[in-house]
């Protein structure tokens, strides 16, 4: 089953309002001022191959973490003081999965890495 199927009209609308309000912010304009920007995107169906999926899995749970610790700080909810050492440890899980070579060559540390970034 696609995933697009569970995108509601009212969910991408509000993910629009977000970006464009979040690219007013970045171009340091008023909201409701023009902005001008091209973009170039389309979809090609392809099967991400091994070692890449578990680099953009990294990168993901890194990028996830960095910006949940940032917005807990902004809006003063604890509880991500431990930001830095959950990236070393999505990292060292890494290490052990991307030296295996294969999938099925460390199915432990696969399960173990699929598991700490869920």
Known sequence: ???IAFLSPELLSGVNRLV?????AAAKRKPGTA???RCDSFVVET?????TDVNLLL???RCVTREA?????????????QHKHLTEKARKLFGAVSTARRWKARPDAVS???E???
Do not use: Q
């Open 69 to 81: 610790h940032a917005a807990c700080a902004k809006y003063g909810i604890g509880g991500w003081r």
């Open 59 to 61: 990168d993901a749970t």
């Open 112 to 114: 173990s890495y699929l």
């Open 35 to 37: 902005l001008e920007a």
């Open 20 to 24: 464009v309000s979040a690219g007013h």
């Open 1 to 3: 089953m696609d995933n």
């Open 116 to 118: 700490f970034c869920g």
């Open 47 to 51: 099967n991400v191959h091994f070692p």
